[in-house]
C-alpha cells in the first residue's frame, strides 16, 4: 500500500477491531530476527538514555585562526558516534521553521496529489512508502524523495505545485546547504591533515543533495512498530532537519540505542557511508532507527549530500598505508548498490569490503 495514512487508518481499526485483523497487522511488527541489527525492536523510549551528541560551531571551521580546536572535535565526532548536532550554520531559524512548516503542508495535501507525484519503480525521486522485499517488515511511514540541488535541472514532474511557497523555501534552503556542505566538506579533509579540496575533488565540485521528506503518523503500536528500520545512510554525508517537538530517531554506539535529543536551531549532521569509504574507515556512518509515537505525528527532512553521479569514489590514497590497508571497494554509483543490499535485507557497507 502505497499511502499511509490510508494504512494508519486500515492499520488503527485493525488493532481495535479484533482478530482476524491482527494478522494483517503483524506485517508491521518487528520480530527481533527479521532485524539486520540485534536490537531493532523498539526499546521503551523512556528507558533510553540521550545520547550525548557532540555540537560543533560551523563559523568556527572557517577562520584559520580558531578552527584547530573545532577540527579536533569534528574529528572525533565523525570517528566516534559518527554523528553531531552543527550550531552556527548561517541557515535562519525562521528557514528551518518554514522547511517544517512546508512539509506539514505537503503531507496533509488530500492522498489523490501527492500520488500525482508517486515515485516510479527503481527512481529516486518521488512520493512513496520504500520498498522492500515481502521477507521485510514495511515501516510506519511515508517518504517523499526531491533531487534539491541548486546547480541540478529541475525534474518538474515532482517539485509540488502546493504548498506555493514550497519551490521558492527549498531552493533558498538547498543554496544555503550546498555552502554548508563545502565547508563540512573541506574541515572533514583538513581534519584528517589532508589537502582541504580532496573530498570535494572525489565527489565533484557541484553537490548533488536529494532530499527524503520523512513522515510518521501516530501508531498505535509504537512498542513493536518502527517508523524507520535501524540503517545506514548511503550518502557521503546526510544534514537531518528534526521535528521541532517530537522526539524518534535513535542512534546505536557500542550496542546500546540512545535517543537523539531535540534542537530546533540546529542541524543534525551524520557520516553516510560514503565518507566511511573515502576515510578508510576513520570515519564512521552510525546505524539509527526512528520509533513511532502513539500520539503525535511527527515529520524530518534529511539532504543527503552524494557525489556527482560520474564520479568515482574509494579510499582516498593517504589514508592506505601498512597499518590501515583498504578496506573498501571503488564505487561508481554507490547508492544503486545500496538500494539493492538494503531491499535483499543485506548491510551495504559491509558488502562494500574487499
Ligand atoms: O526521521 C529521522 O529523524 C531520520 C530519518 C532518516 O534516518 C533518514 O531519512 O535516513
Ligand atoms: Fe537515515
Known amino acids: 500500500m502505497a499511502e499511509v495514512e ?129 521477507h521485510q517488515v514495511p515501516e510506519w511511514a511515508a517518504r517523499f524523495n526531491l533531487l534539491i540541488s541548486p546547480e541540478d535541472e529541475r525534474n518538474p514532474k515532482y517539485w509540488p505545485d502546493k504548498p506555493e511557497t514550497f519551490k521558492e523555501i527549498m531552493h533558498e534552503y538547498a543554496m544555503k546547504l550546498e555552502v554548508m556542505r563545502a565547508i563540512l566538506f573541506k574541515a572533514m579533509a583538513r581534519s584528517l591533515k589532508l589537502n582541504e579540496s580532496c573530498f570535494l575533488e572525489m565527489c565533484g565540485e557541484k553537490a548533488t543533495l536529494v532530499a527524503r521528506f520523512n513522515y510518521y503518523p501516530p501508531c498505535t503500536r509504537p512498542d513493536s512498530i518502527l517508523g524507520f528500520k535501524p540503517h545506514s545512510d548511503g550518502s557521503v554525508i546526510s544534514i537531518v532537519l528534526q521535528d521541532k517537538e517530537v522526539e524518534g530517531l535513535q542512534f546505536l554506539k557500542d550496542n546500546k540505542w540512545y535517543r537523539v535529543p531535540n534542537n530546533p536551531r540546529a542541524l543534525l549532521v551524520n ?43 574509494e579510499p582516498i590514497d593517504e589514508l592506505v598505508n601498512e597499518t590501515r590497508p583498504r578496506l573498501y571497494k571503488k564505487f561508481k554509483g554507490y547508492g544503486d548498490f545500496y538500494i539493492r543490499n538494503y531491499q535483499q535485507g543485506k548491510n551495504p557497507l559491509e558488502e562494500a569490503i574487499i
Open 6 to 134: 490510508a494504512v494508519s487508518k486500515t492499520v488503527r481499526a485493525l488493532f481495535i477491531d479484533g482478530e482476524k485483523e491482527e494478522a494483517e497487522a503483524e506485517k508491521y511488527i518487528c520480530k527481533v530476527d527479521t532485524e539486520a541489527v540485534p536490537g531493532g525492536v523498539p526499546a521503551p523510549s523512556a528507558s533510553l538514555s540521550l545520547m550525548d551528541i557532540p555540537t560543533i560551531d560551523i563559523s568556527l571551521l572557517t577562520s584559520p585562526s580558531s578552527s584547530g580546536e573545532e577540527l579536533e572535535k569534528l574529528l572525533r565526532a565523525l570517528s566516534f558516534g559518527g554523528s553531531f548536532q552543527a550550531i552556527n550554520h548561517g541557515i535562519p531559524t525562521a528557514l528551518l521553521d518554514k522547511v517544517r512548516e512546508v512539509t506539514h503542508q505537503f503531507y496533509e495535501l488530500p492522498c489523490e496529489i501527492k500520488l500525482n507525484y508517486s515515485r516510479e519503480h527503481g527512481k529516486v525521486e518521488g512520493y512513496r512508502n520504500d520498498i522492500v522485499s515481502e
Open 271 to 313: 557520516v553516510g557511508d560514503q565518507a566511511q569509504i573515502m576515510s578508510n574507515g576513520i570515519f564512521k556512518s552510525p546505524i539509527h532507527k526512528v520509533v513511532t509515537n502513539s500520539e503525535r505525528k511527527r515529520i524530518s527532512v534529511a539532504v543527503f549530500c552524494l557525489p556527482n553521479s560520474e564520479k568515482e569514489i
